[in-house]
């Protein structure tokens, strides 16, 4: 034991202060015999004692007044010596705050049994002393008086200490003196500990009061003091983003909840609130059921379990059974519960179809140069091969036989077909191209995808580049033909646009088609024009953003690209090297086995048309005749207006077997003859053919979509039209032969 520690002795017997002296020295303490005045000053400083209690000493409440105010833990025992016998004096000792009690005259042993135990509670004493200097906190003790008797550190580690510096709690700062005031008033009237806040100089404490003593309503306190400054500035802070964050939610279109596995929402905003079923001070603690409308609910319900058994971010669309609206919902899982936004995409999906109508329709700019050409290449040989037979024929006398011209004309008029049939198609294509196309998905080969797209761009990779094939097995897939054609026009036209004119025999472009390890059907388009730099490649499927001069491109090709791939559940990336070219790779997934293929059925066979009474109503009198010449034996009648045609169906005795209506008419639309027709009840309306060069208005695809009849679309085969006659047709919504 070091000799540093020190214990005071008071006992007015000198052989029971030898006895002490050397039981002391033992334990390692140097001993200092004192008075009674210098005993009380030691107790009131905390060191160890060995006092008399008595005339020979010092009386009880002498001790009890040098004792008060300490924190018995922190405070050095005291050992009182009484006279043997003495039990009230012994009491009185101990309630003045002498830790044990020890009889004169004692022996040697006797006194050594108890100093042992009373330097086991110094060194304890000093142990906990010692964390107490370490803590952040700063550990004060007042007596009763208002005097600071402990202190677990000197000197001023922060604001804090620099604040609640002085001998008195008086001298603190007004705040703060007033704040531990009442706080210990507070713990010394209730017997149990009392936390107050205050603030000085910018600086934020909490304060609690302690009574030493329980049962004492007058006495001393400990105060512990923590700088919580940083604490409320993060409050503040928190408090401040709670409501950015709130304003922001209260802001966004969209509806956003917290539910919790059960399926009970936990929170939330809507500010659209015809969604939901009941005001928003009821949605809070109400169930998913009780909420949203039952629809929603089937789809919500099996995106959250797997949410929060994948700890992956779902993604659902549905549209409102009974309404128009479509909702993207997006649902990611937090601990046991799951947040979801749902925003309401009727709008932006409107947006995005009329973007990608005018996306197409910026394409068919582009490309009209070159299908102008396409088109006058086949009407050359078309003009020429029928011009010339007529000549020939016009040469004959009636009675006079072809004989051996007749293979010439006829190899003449079926090249003049084949180049009708090219027109047809080319037509076609364009035709489908350029509307907002809303098939149903079907089963698709995309390399007749790609055939399609090529026959329309085929002008522009010509003079530019070398076509080159790689055709590997592909799976079918499930889609919209005529929205895939757009996508592989836009990658064909942007892969023909990198490249300078007039050098075809030095560029490429690449199609190849193969099946990946997933079974998706992936198309790449390669070329080798000027590349894209590195910092541009994550932007490319950006709305609105291109790399093309002014005036050369609208920033929305590979954006729609990009939504029409998405939509079918595929991916489009890119790859580039500005210099040596670019790849686009498009990957698909296969249909499923469950889905039928459609047939084509684009051969060229030779049908009979039926016999009967055929009524043509077409303001364009040649196609009308033209349909002559098909139903040749039939009793025809073509009138050439939509007026004409409800003046001659009103009259009681006009049956016909078929009547054959163009769609579109200057004085009477076919769609207004068709509905004069049915509102007279003869039930002609269901003989009705429709004929159209092109649904041009949104009545006349409404109309198209609503009626079963059929609807050709020119130029028609006459097998189309054979098609639209045969008995037992499934009627349809604006059925195609």
Known sequence: MEATRSAALLLSDPAMRAIAREA?????????????????????????????IGPGGVTADALAEARTGRLPSLAKPVMAAVPVGALEVARAALAAGASSVVSLPFDQHELAVRLDVLCRWARDAERFHEVLTHLPSRVMVFDRDGRLVFLNRTGAAGAVDRLLAGPRIDDFPAELRDAALRAGRKALEIGAPVDREAQVTGVWMRLRAIPLDPAARRGGFALIADDISEHRRAEAELRASSAKAAALLDALPDVVFRVSAAGVLLDFRSERGNLVDLPPDRVIGSRLEEVFPPDLCQVLRPSIDLALTSQRVQRIEHSLAGSPRDLEIRLVASGGEVVAVVRDMTESKYVQERLALADRLAALGSLSAGVAHEINNPLTYILIGIESVLKELRRLAPDEPVGERLEVLIERLQGAMEGARRVRRIVSDLRTFARADEEAEKRIDPRAVLDAALSMVDSQIRYRA???????????????????????????????????????????????????????????????????????????????????????????????????VTGHRGSITVQSRVGEGTTFRVALPPAPPAVEAESSGDGEVALEAPNGRILVIDDDEQVARSLGIL???????????????????????????????????????????????????????????????????????????????????????????????????????????
């Open 466 to 564: 070398r076509l080159i094939r790689e055709y590997g097995p592909l799976p079918q897939v499930l889609g919209n033909q005529d929205r895939l054609v757009q996508v592989f026009v836009n990658l064909l036209l942007n892969a023909a646009q990198s490249m300078p004119e007039a050098q075809a025999s030095h560029n490429f472009i690449r199609l190849r088609t193969y099946q990946d390890e997933a079974g998706r059907a992936v198309i790449e388009v390669e070329d080798c024009g000027h590349g894209i730099a590195s910092e541009n490649l994550g932007r490319v499927f950006d709305p609105f953003y291109t790399t093309k001069p002014i005036g050369e491109g609208t920033g929305l090709g590979l954006w729609i690209c990009h939504s029409i």
């Open 24 to 52: 002391f020295t033992e334990r390692g303490y140097s001993v200092r015999e004192v008075d009674g005045a210098g005993a009380l000053d030691l107790v009131r400083a905390g060191k160890l004692a060995l006092v008399e």
């Open 631 to 737: 139903f040749e034996g039939s009793d025809l009648t073509v009138v050439t207006s939509g007026r004409a045609a409800v003046d001659r169906l009103a009259s009681a005795g006009e049956e016909y077997d078929w009547i054959f209506c163009d769609l579109m008419m200057p004085d009477l639309s076919g769609m207004d003859v068709y509905e004069q027709v049915r509102r007279t009840g003869r039930g002609l309306e269901s003989r009705f053919v429709f004929m159209t060069g092109g649904v041009f208005t949104p009545r006349a695809r409404d109309f198209v979509a609503r009626v079963p009849n059929p609807c050709l679309s020119k130029p028609f085969h006459p097998r189309q039209v054979v098609a639209a006659l045969r008995p037992g047709r499934t009627p349809g919504s604006g059925e195609q032969p």
